[in-house]
Structure formats: structure tokens, C-alpha cells
């Protein structure tokens, strides 16, 4: 007992006889310091004595589903920080390829008695996954958010980017400098991202630039998503001769300019390519990527707000709650190169 009383003290950075006048249910400790003991006691997995069970639980999970994408770090950053800034601690969840599934992470966090859970890019944004899981815990009941992957059927608070106006916006500052072979790569068509993405450049190629629905799909390559799953996507797209490459994540848009440079073909000289998500560092790639910036902080303070809302029974919005994206603009992207000989050769008035 001496041992578990020393771990919880670290944890908690309090004094082993405050973790005994907690445990005990004994006066003399300020709130604070009691749910830091109790904070401690849910982080280190030892159980609450019952009769401490009742009072304020303060741990709310968060699901993303890897570190690998500086965006989830970016994500988990702003959540945790808003969190602790609300009273709560969050337990991050992080997914690998052969590890620990999104339900087993939810039936840790209920084992932990979470307040609530926020959701990160996860499984509501595959549309095969059974969607029954979220019911089930709302009908607990359990508050959930969830975010980027906005599927019907579920009676939570969704936050997602404007995934389609982003594969509009990119279409139209390609087709702006003279483009007029483009082409989109992204991940798997069952994500519904992916799925917006997808509908925001098709409507927008065929607007922009008159080409025929059913050429559209030629010019789309659908991969893993990741540096490698770009790398090969973009080869496929260079060898149908396209001048611009639209990509679904600033990670994907990296394996395309690798891709290009490997064909020894300069960016954005020979071929543009813009990125999606913003994601950090990339202001200082070489060359620096043009991208569609998701406004992270934005949507992790309102995916947070509504979890709180949640959690306090006052109840929030259930509509999808739609942020705008923002095409930045760097050196990736270039006049055409047809369109750039053309304007040479064009004798000034």
C-alpha cells in the first residue's frame, strides 16, 4: 500500500499523507488538490474507493488515430489544452496499425469512468464501420464529439472541415494559373472525406475547366494515404501527363513531389502540387507547399465546447458544425507551363 501511495503522490506531485486524507474522504484538502489525487488514481488505473465514485470525474478521452500526420498532434494539442482549461484531463488514445483498436481504447476509457469522449478522425468517417458503437455509448448515457467524418444516424455534436469547398478551392487557384490537366489523389473511397473531397473536384474540374464526367474519374487515383501511398498515386497521374495534383494530405502531396523528382521533374516548374490540412512544418519544405489550411484550433475549441455542453446536460447543437478551409498559397504551385510560354510569347501592348 505504501508503494501504490508513493506512485499515486508522484502523480499527483502532492504529499503521500494528502493521497491518504483523499482516499480516506478526509477534510483539510482543497478541491484542486483532491481531483489531482483523483486525477492520479484514474491515470495510474487504481480503482476508486466507492465511496469517492460519486464525485467529480474529470478524465474525457481522446481517440485519434495516429501520430504518424503532424494534424492529429496538431489536433490533440489544442483539445488537451482546452480541456485542462475547462477542469478536465484528457487520456489520449493512439491508434497503430496492429495495435489497440478503437474499441478496446473505449472500453479502457469507460473502465476509467470518462466524462465524456471526443473522437478524431475515426471510424464514424469510414462508412462500412458499424455505427452502432456510438449509439450505444450515447444511449449510456456517455457525451461524445466527434470530428472530421460526419455520418448519419448518430445523435452527437459533429465538427468537420468543409472537406468539399477545400477540393473546389484547389481546382480553381490551379485552373487560375492555366492548368488544365489535373488531378486529384486521396485516400480510401470509403471515408467520407475522402468522399467530399472528391465531390468538391469533380463539380469544380467540370465548372472550371469543361471536362466531361466521365473523363473525370481518369485523372483520380485513390491510395493508402501517407507519403509512400502519394508517391505512387502521383507516378500514375504524371504518366497521364497532368500539370497540377491535388492531394488529400499534406503527407500524400510530399510522396508526389518526391514522385516528381524522381522523374526528374522540378515543382512547380514542370508540375504543381497543393497539399490539404497545414499541418506543421510545412511553411518549410522545399519547396514550401501550398496547401488547404484546416482551421484546427477553431474546430478543437467548438468540438470541445460541445463536449462540455454535453457533459453539464446542457445539450448542444446536433447539426455538423462546418469550418472553412484556407487555400495558402506558397511555392508548389506555378503558372502552367503551356500557359507560361504562351504568356512569353504574347508581344507586350
Known amino acids: 500500500m505504501r508503494a501504490r501511495m508513493a506512485d499515486i503522490a508522484r502523480q499527483a506531485q502532492v504529499s503521500e499523507a494528502t493521497v491518504s486524507r483523499v482516499i480516506n474522504d478526509r477534510p483539510g484538502v482543497s478541491p484542486e488538490t483532491r481531483q489531482a489525487v483523483l486525477t492520479a488514481l484514474d491515470v495510474l488505473g487504481y480503482e476508486r474507493p466507492e465511496r469517492l465514485r460519486k464525485r467529480s470525474a474529470g478524465l474525457v478521452g481522446l481517440v485519434v488515430p ?4 503532424p494534424i492529429f498532434p496538431a489536433f490533440a494539442q489544442v483539445i488537451e ?3 485542462a482549461q475547462s477542469g478536465y484531463t484528457p487520456v489520449l ?6 495495435g489497440v483498436t478503437e474499441d478496446e481504447y473505449v472500453e479502457m476509457l469507460l473502465d476509467r469512468q470518462v466524462s465524456g469522449i471526443v473522437f478524431v478522425s475515426g471510424l464514424h468517417a469510414d462508412t462500412t ?7 450505444r455509448l450515447l444511449a449510456r448515457p456517455l457525451p461524445i464529439v466527434l470530428v472530421n467524418g460526419h455520418t448519419n444516424g448518430i445523435d452527437a455534436p459533429f465538427v468537420s472541415c468543409d472537406e468539399q469547398l477545400a477540393g473546389d478551392l484547389a481546382v480553381g487557384h490551379l485552373a487560375s494559373l492555366g492548368h488544365r490537366r489535373i488531378g486529384m489523389i486521396s485516400g480510401p473511397h470509403r471515408f467520407s472525406p475522402v468522399q467530399r473531397k472528391l465531390a468538391g473536384y469533380r463539380v469544380a474540374i ?6 466531361p464526367a466521365a473523363e473525370v474519374d481518369d485523372l483520380v487515383e485513390l491510395t493508402l494515404f501517407g507519403v509512400e501511398g502519394g508517391e505512387v498515386a502521383a507516378e500514375r497521374l504524371l504518366n497521364k501527363g497532368v500539370t497540377g495534383i491535388i492531394c488529400g494530405s499534406d503527407l500524400m502531396a510530399l510522396g508526389a513531389i518526391r514522385a516528381a523528382r524522381r522523374r526528374g521533374m522540378t515543382v512547380p516548374t514542370e508540375v504543381s502540387i497543393i497539399g490539404f490540412d497545414d ?3 510545412m511553411a518549410f519544405t522545399d519547396p514550401p507547399l501550398t496547401t488547404l489550411r484546416q482551421p484546427v484550433s477553431s474546430m478543437a475549441v467548438a468540438a470541445v465546447r460541445s463536449l462540455v455542453d454535453e457533459i453539464n446536460g446542457h445539450g448542444s447543437d446536433r447539426s455538423e458544425y462546418l469550418f472553412r478551409p484556407e487555400l495558402v498559397v506558397r511555392n508548389s504551385t506555378a503558372m502552367a507551363p503551356a500557359h507560361r510560354a504562351l504568356t512569353a510569347n504574347t508581344p507586350a501592348a
Open 66 to 69: 495516429e501520430l504518424d500526420n
Open 81 to 83: 489544452s482546452t480541456l
Open 93 to 98: 488514445c493512439t491508434q497503430s496499425p496492429g
Open 129 to 135: 464501420a458499424d455505427v452502432e458503437r456510438y449509439r
Open 206 to 211: 467540370q465548372r472550371e475547366l469543361g471536362v
Open 279 to 281: 499541418s506543421p512544418l
